[in-house]
């Protein structure tokens, strides 16, 4: 990733995710963390949803990697509004494709961040998260299998009040090629009906089926491990 796609999203991301994949993921991450104590990469800490979560089910270092400037700055924001969050989590601000710590980490966890990588990238990304963890490490990500996409109309996908003011989320699937998905997003602010603030992103993501990411994992040397639907688990073979 090079562009920072995100940066527009930001004042809309918390209302709109915790509508979305957040309450799922805090209800299904705990029970597979369980026993982690001594150290986290989270790739795509994002604005710090799920930082927090890890930060409470488990007593380990966190390393929170996250490349966009404006999903980090509230993510440090929300740490700095807790001394012991800000104590034993490090920001990275870097793409998960140059992560590197000090030692390998016991787990890496990725919330809905894969889509973020072509197929290209996924392999290397691989690679990657297999040399920081140790042997045995847990990745833990959510994921699942999509039923195909096809361009469509601009729909609104969410709505939220903040003061007088409505936060609206637009989405619009343009393209479509093999696993990989561009659409085109509208960030609107609305007052009294009246459109005063109104951005537009273009993203591609890529949506890889099961088979292809078991196959990919086992070559990097990862084993499935059991999970409940829409998580995945997988361990470094040692
Ligand atoms: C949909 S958000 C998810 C944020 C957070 N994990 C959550 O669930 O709330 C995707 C995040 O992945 C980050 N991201 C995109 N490309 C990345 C990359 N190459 N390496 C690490 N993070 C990346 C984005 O900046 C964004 O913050």
């Not at 090079?2 to 930001?10: G, I, K, P, Q, R």
Request: proline share 6%; hydrophobic share 40%; glycine share 8%.
């Amino acid at each position: 990733m090079n562009e920072d796609h995100y940066s527009l999203a930001v004042p809309f991301y918390d209302l709109w995710h915790e509508d979305g994949h957040v309450p799922l993921v805090r209800e299904l991450l705990p029970p597979l963390l369980k026993g982690v104590a001594r150290s986290v990469i989270e790739i795509g800490a994002g604005t710090g949803l799920i930082t927090r979560l890890i930060a409470r089910e488990t007593p380990a270092e966190i390393y929170a990697v996250e490349p966009s400037l404006g999903m980090r700055s509230v993510l440090v924001n929300r740490l700095a509004e807790d001394p012991e969050l800000l104590s034993r989590v490090t920001v990275l601000p870097c793409g998960a494709l140059d992560v590197e710590v000090d030692e390998p980490v016991e787990a890496i966890v990725m919330v809905s961040v894969l889509q973020s990588f072509s197929s290209p990238e996924r392999e290397e990304l691989w690679r990657v998260l297999a040399r920081q963890l140790e042997p045995g490490g847990l990745l833990v990500f959510n994921w699942r299998e999509r039923s195909a996409r096809v361009p469509g109309e601009l729909e609104v996908m969410g709505s939220y009040q903040v003061g007088r003011h409505t936060y609206e989320i637009a989405g619009q699937v343009l393209e479509v090629a093999g696993e990989s998905v561009t659409s085109r997003f509208v960030y609107r602010i609305r007052q009294h009906g009246v459109a005063i603030s109104e951005d537009e992103v273009l993203s591609t993501n890529h949506w890889p089926t099961g088979e292809r990411l078991v196959a990919e994992l086992e070559a990097a040397g990862f084993a499935r491990q059991d999970a409940p639907e829409s998580m995945e688990t997988w361990r470094l073979t040692d």
